[in-house]
């Protein structure tokens, strides 16, 4: 099996695809998210801010350590937060 970086839908990967695509679609994920980017701080500071925010929901949501905890768990911390706040803050 080959090891590559490769891009998705002009993201950075599909993990930050679709973490933009379900902040945008769901109405408490969107909130959250105009939230972090009306915060008065730089893009890594919103972007961090937003991080914890969905990173507390998902410890609360993923249980106890399992094959598909440390799956999702993996996938999370794939996510370009930057990316995604700089593509949502206007």
Known sequence: M???ISTYNGW???ETWLASLWLNNDEGSYEL???AC???TT???RADWLEKQLRDQLDDEAGDASMWS???ST???RIN???VIEHNRD
């Open 81 to 83: 937060w930057v990316e």
């Open 12 to 14: 950075s990967n599909r």
């Open 70 to 72: 440390d799956l999702l």
């Open 2 to 4: 080959q090891d590559t």
């Open 33 to 35: 998210l105009l939230k």
């Open 43 to 45: 893009d890594f500071e």
């Open 75 to 77: 996938a999370f911390y």
């Open 38 to 40: 009306k915060r008065r």
